[in-house]
């Protein structure tokens, strides 16, 4: 046990290939159909006064049940930003941009991608993000109920 | 409140690098459980239970692979647990040691972990998956992306620089080239930093920490045990405390949160009650070394703040007068050279307590601080959801 020989075979190569089918859920499923028509749909707590997106079937601050919807604005405020200029495997080419947005009468902010901007000289682009600056929603076109069927811009 | 007091009397790591060719994932947690035992002189057999510190399994592509490591960690025979907060696995599981012992029903307890962080290129992928498939999943969120949100926030909230973060950088590098254990040691400058590519603003890339790979273990006991253990000053927990958020890291970051996710303030509240169990009244007087949860340089500040250490928007400053320095400082921050030098996701927190107990012991080498009575250790998980303090002291009355 004092020396190791030298170890031809070093590692040995693996995969993971796993498919899944996600259940939805009453919750997300009236969101994604709130999508498909144009509308971000928050869930309300009558109860706190909170409206959340992403929208859950209870208040986290009252521990009631959310019991209303309400259409979120289609503007709102950026919360938190940053440009990824970096690749990582299986996820976007690089640059792009993703911040954190309140929609205007909803008490959470939800993450998206920022498009249209100029990242190829970062700290200028990081300065047109900054907290507070206004962001307005773009739907695409074609919807098909996913949470990307949207993206932030600069309003 | 505890029923027994208990004891950290035996650490053992390994040198964290990229790779281990000569030991595969279970062979690097025997490791560091045998290093451990041996420096409290106990034997497998003085174990009443084990504690696997394990997060992300993807990372080593063997699913569960707690079940793998029971027996290499002399676990037959015992209780058996993983526990997993992401980040903060180290530090819950050090927890959850510590509470087998003080609820009074064990008397000593192994905690042990290793990680291979780089044994798949698909990391930061893998990382990705913590978010659900609805809603954030899609939007390139990671540990580098979601960090860095939380930096370009804290940064607005408090006029803080790129170059700020810089030379927390520089001395995490300095700390760690006294720590035979650290990863990276290599010595850097605040330009190095600046000049190094962009990955995610404000991050460059020797903001960030490495994909390390290596081992770790506590052992934990009782009084009676601590006595006849090998170890002359034990390290003796004080407090212990956690606190988790939603998942959802936009609901910590408006007007109506009750949070703020770039003060990483969990820890005003985890932190408060951690001190309040350990007696603890002025930290910056009390608290001679902090063990904190850095992977990324811009987490130092915001905790350093959360913990009492100073006010809210004044770590940068004082870090950049050297306030943080090992020598001339007012708090020895990261003797260890961190996280951002050393980072095993499974056993990060476990590595911070670890490092403090042996601050605690008077065995941390190079970097030892003279008259050490309280250190602390922090640990953060998920989207910057789990969060775990923990007090040791020289002394448990």
Not at chain 2, 4 to 22: E, I, K, L, S, Y
Not at chain 2, 134 to 157: G, I, K
Not at chain 2, 184 to 197: I, Y
């Amino acid at each position: 046990m004092t020396t190791h020989q030298k170890i031809d075979d070093d590692v040995i190569h693996g995969e993971w290939h796993v498919r899944y089918n996600y259940s939805v859920g009453a919750i997300a499923g009236t969101f994604f159909t709130g999508l498909r028509e144009g509308k971000i749909l928050a869930s309300l707590c009558s109860k706190s006064g909170l409206a959340y997106l992403p929208p859950r079937a209870y208040c986290e601050r009252s521990f009631e049940p959310c019991d209303d919807w309400v259409q979120a604005g289609l503007e709102g405020e950026l919360e938190a930003a940053t440009i990824v200029t970096a690749a990582f495997e299986n996820l976007p080419t690089p640059p792009y941009a993703i911040a954190y947005v309140r929609l205007d009468g909803v008490s959470t902010a939800m993450v998206n991608f920022v498009r249209g901007l100029d990242l190829r000289d970062v700290p200028a682009a990081a300065a047109k993000l900054a907290p507070g600056t206004r962001i307005k929603v773009v739907f695409k076109d074609q919807r098909e109920g996913r949470i990307t069927d949207f993206h932030y811009e600069l309003a | 409140m505890p029923k027994q007091h208990v004891a950290v009397v035996g650490v053992g790591q390994m040198p964290f690098r990229t790779h281990h060719a000569d030991k595969n994932y279970v062979e690097l947690a025997q490791t560091a459980a045998q290093a451990a035992l041996s420096h409290a002189g106990l034997t497998p057999d003085d174990v009443d239970a084990v504690v696997f510190s394990m997060a992300p399994t993807q990372f080593m592509g063997v699913n569960d692979c707690d079940k793998w490591a029971s027996e290499y960690v002399w676990a037959t025979g015992k209780p058996f647990m993983r526990v997993s907060t992401g980040g903060a696995t180290g530090g819950s599981a050090f927890q959850a040691g510590y509470q087998h012992i003080a609820s009074g029903m064990f008397k000593c307890v192994l905690v042990v972990g290793a990680d291979r962080v780089a044994e798949t290129p698909d990391a930061q992928h893998v990382l990705n998956l913590i978010w659900d498939r609805f809603y954030e999943h899609d939007f390139a969120l990671n540990t580098v992306t979601m960090t860095a949100l939380a930096a370009q926030r804290y940064m607005h909230r408090y006029n803080v620089t790129e170059e700020q973060f810089a030379r927390v950088v520089v001395r995490a590098r300095r700390n760690a080239a006294g720590n035979p254990y650290a990863h990276l040691t290599k010595q850097v400058t605040v330009d190095d930093v600046m000049n190094s590519p962009r990955v995610s603003y404000p991050y460059k890339r020797f903001d960030i920490c490495p994909r390390s790979s290596g081992a770790a273990a506590v052992v934990l006991c009782d009084e009676a045990t601590a006595k006849r253990a090998k170890c002359g000053r034990p390290a003796w927990v004080r407090g212990a405390t956690g606190i988790s958020h939603s998942v959802f890291m936009g609901d910590r970051m408006t007007y109506w949160s009750d949070t703020e996710f770039a003060d990483h303030d969990g820890f005003n509240l985890c932190a408060k009650e951690c001190y309040r169990q350990a007696g603890i009244i002025d930290p910056l007087h009390d608290i001679q070394v902090a063990e904190i949860y850095d992977p990324f340089s811009t987490f130092l500040f915001p905790q350093l703040e959360s913990l009492g250490f100073c006010a809210r928007g004044a770590a940068a400053a004082i870090h950049d007068e050297g306030g943080f320095d090992l020598e001339g400082g007012i708090l020895a921050v990261n003797p260890s050279g961190g996280t951002l030098c050393t980072n095993p996701i499974g056993v990060t927190g476990l590595v911070r307590a670890a490092d403090a107990a042996l601050q605690i012991m008077g065995e941390a080498g190079t970097n030892q601080i003279k008259g050490v009575h309280n250190a602390v250790a922090t640990a953060i998980g998920g989207s910057t959801q789990f969060f775990t303090c923990t007090v040791l002291s020289d002394d448990h009355s």
